[in-house]
Every structure is written in C-alpha cells, then in structure tokens.
C-alpha cells in the first residue's frame, strides 16, 4: 500500500501532448478514478504510472521513493488491463501463479495464495481451465485475481469493465469496490463512464487536453464543478448552459440576457460579487435539468420561464423535456409520472440556489 | 439438388485439372523404363524405385538434395535471426521513419532478383566464397529475409501488446515478456513462415544455377541435367522435389492465405 | 539515456537493412555498372542489344506470354474463388487442392507438363491407345514452336492461377456480407450481384493481383527454358544464357536492367491506378 505522488507529469507523442502538467496526490489506500473522454490522457496516465510509458517529463513518487524511471517489474504495481490480458496459453493457475513464480516465490506459497486469490474472486472451480473456455466475465475474474495475488502496493485498472455486458458490469462494479475497501490497496481506476466514476471513486479525477479539470469526491465533482468543462462532462442529461450578463442595481445582482433576468438570491450575491470585476464580461449560467422543476415552493428562490414543449423522453422513472424557450432549448429533468404532452406550452421553476456561473474566458466557476 | 450436382460437377473437375499432372509425374517416377516407353502401355505392369534409387545414388541427386536442405536451414536461419527482432520492432515499437522502413523492405518484393544474380557472383568471388552452399544461402537470404520481416509483423501484430505488457507489470522484463509470452503464442505463425520460406529458398532455381557449378541445389542440379538425361529421371526429380513442398503446404494450409497474402504484396 | 532508447528500434532493424542493402542494393548499383560498361562506351551494350534481332524476339515473346496468361489467370481465379467462396461441404479440401501449384517450382510445374505432352507422354500414349493417332504427336523442338508457345502458356495457367486466386479469395472473403444480403432484399439478380456488387467491391485484389502477376510473367524463366531452351527465347533466359552460355555478364546485365525498368514501369503503372482509385474514394 503506498502514497502515489504525481509532480508536473508531461508525456508527448512526438508533438502531440497526452499529458501536459499533471500533478496530483493520491492518498493511501484510497481508490481514484481518471474520468474522463476518450483521448483526455487518462490511459496514458495510467500507463505512465505502471512504467509501461516512459514520461517526458516530472516525476512519480510511491510514497517516498522515486520510481519515474523504474521498468514496471521494479514498480510493485499490478494492473488489469482492458482486454483482460489473461495470457491463453497457460491455465487459470498458472496465470495467476506466474507473476509469484517469476518473483521466485516457494511452490507451496504459491498455491496457497493462488487458492486464496480463486476463492476471493469466486474462481475456484475455474483453475483448471484454459482462457479461452472462459466467459468475459470469468476472463476478468482472473485478470484480478492475478492482479492481486501478489498484494501490490498500487493496483491499476484501464477500463476492466468496458467489455462486459451492460448487467455483468452493474454487479461488477460494487463487487470490485468492496474487494478493494476489503483489501485496502491504493486503486487507481480509468473509465470514461461517468457513473462508474461516481459509484466506485473515493475521488475522481476529471481529465481532459492532458490536463486534470478537478480532482475531488463525487459530490464535489457533481455539486461543484470546477469549470465549463466537468459541469458538462459529468451529469446526464447534460448541464443546460446560457449567456449571460451580471448587472448591478440598486444593490442587487442580475443575471441578465435577451431572455433572461435572473435577480440572484442574497447567499449567491454576496459569493458572487467578490468574484467580478470587470461588469461587462460576458459570463455562463449554468443549470442542472434536475433544478428545473414544475412546481415551486419559494417565489423569491424559483425564477419562472414559460415555453413550449419541443420534445418528451418518458424513461419510465424519468421525463426529460425539452422546452423551447425564447430561441433556446432548456431540458429538464421531472418525475416519471408527470402528465406533459409535445407542443403544448408550459411554465417551470428554476431553482435558484442551485445554478452555476462560470467565466467565458477561461470557463472557471465563480459559484 | 441442381446446385449439388453442380457442385460435386465442378469439384471433380477441379481436382482432375491439379492433380492429374501430379499424380502422373509421380507415376512416370515409379514406372520400369520398358513400361515408360511402351507407347500402348499407360500404366505400368509393375512399379519400381529404380529411378528414384539411380537419382538419388548413382547421380548424386541425395547430394543436391542435402544442398538444398542445407541452403534452406541456413536462409531461415538466418532471416529469422535478423528478421524476427526488426518484425517485432515494427509492431511494437514507434518512431519516425517506421512507415518510411516498412515500405522500402516491402518495394524489394517487388524486385526480380535474378538482375543481382550476376554480381553476386563477384563479390562471392571476391570474399573467397565462390560456388558454395553459404553463397547460396546468402543470396536465398536476401529475399526471405523481406518475407519474414513483414510475416513476423503481420504475425506479432495480430497478439495482443497487453498479453506482453502484463508480463512486464507482473516481473519480466521487455525481452523476458517477448521470450516467455509472445514467442510462444506466435511459435505456430512463426513455423507456418517457416515452412513457407523453406518452399521459397527450396524452389529457387536462378540464382542458385548461376552461383553454383559444383554444389548444386536439386533444382539447379535438375535445370542443368535435363536435357541430358533420360526422361524418367527427370521425373523422379520432379517428383522429389514437388511432394516435400506438398506435404509442407498441407500442414501451413490454415495460415495459406495470409502467407500467399504477405509474401505477395 | 532517453537518446540511447530512442535509438532501439534503429539499432534492431539496422541488421536487416544493411543485409538488404549490401545484398540487393549493392549488387543492384554492379548490375547497373556491368550494364553500362562495354568497349564501345556506356550505351555500347543496349546498341548491341537493340541491333540483335534475339532482344526483339525475346521482348515480343515476354509481352505476349504476360498479355496472354494473365487475363487468363485473372478470369479461371475469379471463378474458382466464387466457386470456393460457396462454402459448401468439402471446400476446404478443394481450397488445399486448388493451392498445391502454389508449393510447387517452376522446375517441377514444367516438368509435369513435360511429362503428358513429351513424344512419350501420357497424352500420346492415350491418344495412341484410343486408336485417334497413328504415330505421336509432338509438342516440343525448334520446328514446333508454336505448339511448344501455347503449352508454356498451359503450363503456366496451371502453376500461377492459385496464386491469382489465393489473392481474389482473400479479397471476397473480406466484402462485408451485408451488402449482398442488401442485393437480395432488392430483389438483385445473382448476375447483378456479381457485376455490381461484387467485382466492384473485388477491384482493390484484382489490381493487386494484376500487379503481382504481371510481375512474375514478365520474369518468367524456368518454365520456359525446360520446355522450349531458346527455341522461344525470352528476357529472362537471355540473361541466363548470356551468363552461362556465353560468359558475357555485361550483356546478361544489360537484359536483367531491362527487365528491372519494365518491371518498375508496369509497378508504376498499377499503382497509380490504385492510388487515383484510393483519392477518388476518399473525396466521396
């Protein structure tokens, strides 16, 4: 188990930048997710955390030792690798012996803890078998039980569960996470499915251009987002996102389009108004489908908008609708059960405590 | 029912027109020369190994044959030693001019090998290995060699990098991970090219009757007796050399396609 | 230290290119050098080649057996591999029957074919025994050249229509079934199938297949000079027969650079086929 300690981390392809400053502090036993889309950098993160890519430059410390450019045999990582990688021509046993017998480890050793690895990942009957007389899921089954068997100080997963089925996965998923809170050996996780991310990571790590947007817990990561970018990246149906203006008067703070003309609530106005200070920068509003509601409780805290209905999304515990409102689209998120039909006009709530306003200059949140 | 008909109409006409010409210089090979040269006589009274015996033993054919044998071990050999780690490069690796390395081995496939025939022979002359086996096999080299580079690619490309990788994050190192994972899921590849550049350096016929006078290979040995020598020898000979490429061939037929594919473009 | 790893890849190829080149290239740049040496300066060799009537003949006769057999080929290939590609019970004997020229040399293809068309082969011998001769017919010798010409170009049909094949095989088998499933829901005669779908879609293996073959034809030796020596002469031969016959490497040089600069003409001429092809697809 060991602290992993990233500083300033680059790697190019020749002019392409797959990471471009990486710097991040994985705590002890903690299990990290990198989040993000496909060609954001996570993989090749990853892979420079194993030593299967050398860096470009920066470093990589397992608690206080430098490993930056170790091969991966001298690492003590492990990692299982998105196609399973059970090698086919040996048996389930011998798969999950080898990495003990390269490492010289005694014969009786070796099959104690082989036998210990089959029986934690339900594999006992398995052993016998060759890969490819095994399902997806009993592939993956394996790949962990080699990854584990040697209790690595740093257990690295790239999509492992990507080519299982949709079922498979959902079962998977809380099944590896307390596997891991069982065994408590610092986990590093890439998947570019964001609720993996939210269900499995004790934090998350939201990746894009070879950059880390934020690094936090899933509720910072979905509450508050720390740009443009994540706020949309994270959250389905995505966030709704609008122009807008912030206008001072008489004391008080709009948020203000051709459309709009949010005044904001005392709590927003007094975290806002520290934050600008040119008025006439051009600002995003961002509002999650979630918060827009058909009802509201509290006048001063709901703003209105009226439109007509564009489209439904009934998703049985879900309906998503679009309205069109005054030349823009706004979906929201309601109740499955609620009574709405296409073209017809209707009128919801913003819920003002919790909308986001970013800068359109470098996409930062400011609320 | 029409269609089974056709199909069976079809096949059997197939298997007449390929292996007519085969079975008959094979039977030309064991037919007593009264026989061969009675013309009312198609097949034989009696079958013999006499000619097959003459061509081996009192023509020295077993001599030719061991040459060939001998040329071929050493132009696989050595085009697997050279060839096997730059195909391994080419897949696994990547640099600048990778593209540029690739297409260039490829384009000598395309090269008549007989225009570099004749020079050989001098330099081959000039560093003392004139009219031998090894020249030969130098020579057979320089096109299996191209071969083997991009079957190995094609080969080793289709095995997974992360099967390698997983050895490497599980204790071994960038060759261990290759001897001791790859080599082995590519070994049945890896012999079905074999057998294909031993029918290459085997069947060459051009080169080796111009670099060689007194070690002859079978072919060239063949190419420089037959008009001398009475009919069925020749088909003894022909028959000698055609069926070990034809039992190699049945045992490579599951990979036929992509070798003829590579060894081709 | 990152240098010397950036220098790996070179490091392990530079055997392989340094054999290529010190054994093709080197002997290619001789070749060219023996080419253009001779007594009456660089050209002297191709003036003499071009003033001996055997060069004409030889070129003439090299044309016309590539112009012949490879359409040949390319049709017999063509069917076979729809043939094959049926999939029915067995093709897979037929496929292993199909590739057993591919084994063989041309040393051995000629002399099979010797073997049924000599005075004493099996055709004569069954013609005679059918009572449909009364004394043997003969394919073979300068005064039958013409006989001797097209069983070249039997023999060659037999040994190189697999190799055709193997390639336009490979190529049906890669046409995604769809589409022709497509053709049936449209209600696509076989024959429309065929020549809209599938020889369309077949056009980058029949290219490919021409090049190579084209290729080979025009370096065709062995066959050629078992059956006929120089009764039909041929470049190739007349190479080989300038080096061992008449021990004049300069003039054998000089046939095997014509060869070579022919050969990198029809190449050329091919791919840019294929590349115009490639460009027009990608502007679609």
């Not at chain 1, 400053?21 to 990853?46: A, Q, R």
């Not at chain 2, 003459?54 to 044959?65: S, Y």
């Not at chain 3, 029915?88 to 496929?95: A, N, Q, R």
Request: proline share 4%; net charge positive.
């Amino acid at each position: 188990m060991a602290k992993v300690r990233i500083e300033n981390l680059k790697k190019y392809f020749g002019s392409v930048k797959a990471l471009n400053g990486i710097d991040i502090e994985i705590k002890d036993g903690k299990f990290v997710v990198l989040l993000g889309p496909s060609g954001c950098g996570k993989t090749t993160l990853l892979r420079c955390i194993s030593g299967l890519e050398k860096v470009t430059e920066g470093k990589i410390f397992f608690d206080s030792t430098d490993v930056t450019n170790l091969p991966p045999k001298s690492r003590n990582v492990s990692m299982v690798f998105q196609s399973y990688a059970v090698w086919p021509h040996m048996k389930v046993y011998e798969n999950i012996a080898y990495p003990m017998k390269i490492k010289g480890y005694d014969k009786n050793k070796i099959e104690e803890k082989v036998l210990w690895a089959a029986k934690t990942l339900n594999i006992s009957e398995l052993l016998d078998r060759y890969p490819a007389q095994l399902s997806g899921g009993q592939r993956q089954r394996v790949a962990v039980a080699r990854a584990i068997v040697l209790e690595p100080e740093v257990l690295l997963m790239d999509e492992p569960l990507s080519n299982l089925d949709a079922l498979l996965r959902v079962s998977m998923r809380s099944e590896l996470k307390k596997l891991q809170e069982r065994l408590g050996t610092t986990t590093i996780y890439v998947t570019h499915d964001q609720v993996e991310a939210m269900t499995m990571g004790d934090e998350i790590a939201v990746m894009q251009n070879g950059v880390i947007q934020q690094y936090g817990t899933p509720e910072e990561i979905y509450h508050k987002p720390a740009n443009v970018f994540v706020a949309g990246f994270i959250g389905s149906p995505q966030m709704n996102f609008m122009e807008v203006q912030i206008l001072k008067e008489k004391n008080e703070l709009f948020l203000r389009n051709e459309s709009l003309n949010i005044r904001l609530t005392d709590d927003l106005k007094t975290e806002l108004g520290n934050k600008i200070q040119n008025k006439n920068d051009v600002f995003i509003l961002g509002i999650r489908p979630e918060n827009i509601h058909k009802e509201k409780t509290d006048i001063s805290k709901f703003e209105p908008i009226e439109g007509k209905v564009y489209f439904i999304e009934r998703l049985g515990s879900d309906t998503i609708v679009h309205l069109e409102f005054k030349g823009t689209r706004i979906v929201s998120k309601l109740p499955g059960d609620v009574k709405i039909n296409e073209g017809e006009s209707l009128k919801m709530y913003i819920d003002l405590s919790k909308i986001h306003v970013f800068s359109k200059i470098d996409g930062k949140a400011l609320i | 029912m029409i269609k089974k008909i056709f199909i069976i109409f079809v096949s059997i006409l197939i298997i007449l027109w390929f292996l007519t010409p085969v079975f008959l210089i094979v039977l030309a090979s064991l037919t007593p020369s009264e026989d061969y040269y009675d013309q009312q006589r198609i097949l034989p009274k009696r079958l013999t190994f006499d000619h097959l015996y003459k061509l081996f033993v009192v023509l020295d054919g077993w001599r030719a044959t061991l040459n060939s044998l001998q040329v071929a071990a050493m132009a696989i050999g050595l085009s697997f030693l050279v060839g096997l780690p730059a195909g391994y490069v080419l897949t696994r690796y990547v640099f600048p001019g990778k593209n540029a390395i690739r297409l260039s081995i490829l384009l000598t496939r395309s090269f008549p090998t007989l225009i570099i025939a004749v020079p050989l022979i001098m330099i081959y002359l000039r560093l003392g290995i004139g009219d031998t086996l090894f020249s030969v096999a130098l020579a057979h080299t320089s096109f299996i060699l191209p071969f083997v580079v991009l079957i190995t690619t094609s080969i080793l490309s289709g095995i997974s990098v992360e099967y390698e990788e997983a050895g490497m994050i599980f204790g071994l190192s960038r060759i261990g991970a290759f001897m001791k994972i790859t080599l082995p899921l590519a070994l049945p590849g890896l012999a079905a090219s074999a057998i294909f550049a031993f029918i290459m350096s085997w069947n060459e016929v051009f080169i080796s009757s111009v670099l060689t006078f007194v070690n002859r290979t079978l072919p060239a040995q063949i190419l420089n007796t037959a008009m001398t020598s009475p009919d069925y020898f020749k088909f003894a000979a022909g028959t000698v050399m055609a069926i070990p490429a034809m039992v190699f061939i049945f045992f490579t037929r599951k990979y036929l396609m992509s070798m003829w594919g590579i060894s081709l473009k | 230290m990152t240098y010397r790893k950036d220098a790996i890849p070179y490091l392990i190829l530079l055997p392989t290119i340094l054999y290529l080149v010190a054994f093709l290239g080197y002997p290619l740049i001789q070749t060219f050098i023996l080419a253009f040496t001779s007594e009456t300066g660089a050209f002297g060799n191709f003036q003499r080649l071009m003033d001996s009537g055997d060069f004409w003949k030889a070129l003439k006769n090299t044309l016309l057996i590539t112009g012949i057999i490879v359409p040949l080929q390319l049709i017999l290939a063509i069917a076979l591999a729809l043939f094959v590609n049926m999939r029915f019970k067995g093709y897979s004997m037929i496929l292993y029957v199909i590739s057993i020229p591919l084994a063989l040399s041309d040393v051995s293809a000629a002399l099979m074919s010797y073997n049924i068309f000599a005075p004493t082969g099996y055709l004569n011998k069954i013609l005679l025994k059918l009572g449909l001769l009364d004394r043997p017919l003969y394919f073979f010798g300068y005064m039958f050249q013409n006989r001797e010409f097209w069983i070249i170009v039997l023999t060659e049909v037999w040994r190189a229509t697999p190799l055709v094949f193997v390639i336009i095989l490979a190529g049906l088998q890669s046409i995604n079934k769809e589409y022709l499933e497509a053709a049936d829901v449209f209600g696509f005669s076989s024959w429309q199938k065929l020549t809209r779908i599938i020889l369309p879609l077949l056009k980058p293996s029949i290219m490919s297949a021409l090049l190579i073959r084209t290729l080979f034809a025009f370096q065709i030796f062995g066959v050629v000079w078992l059956l006929a020596g120089r009764d039909i002469l041929i470049l190739a031969g007349e190479a080989y027969y300038w080096h061992n016959n008449v021990n004049d490497p300069h003039m054998s040089s000089t046939y095997a650079i014509v060869i070579a600069v022919v050969s990198l003409i029809i190449s050329w001429f091919y791919i840019s086929i294929l590349r115009s092809r490639e460009l027009e697809g990608e502007t679609k």
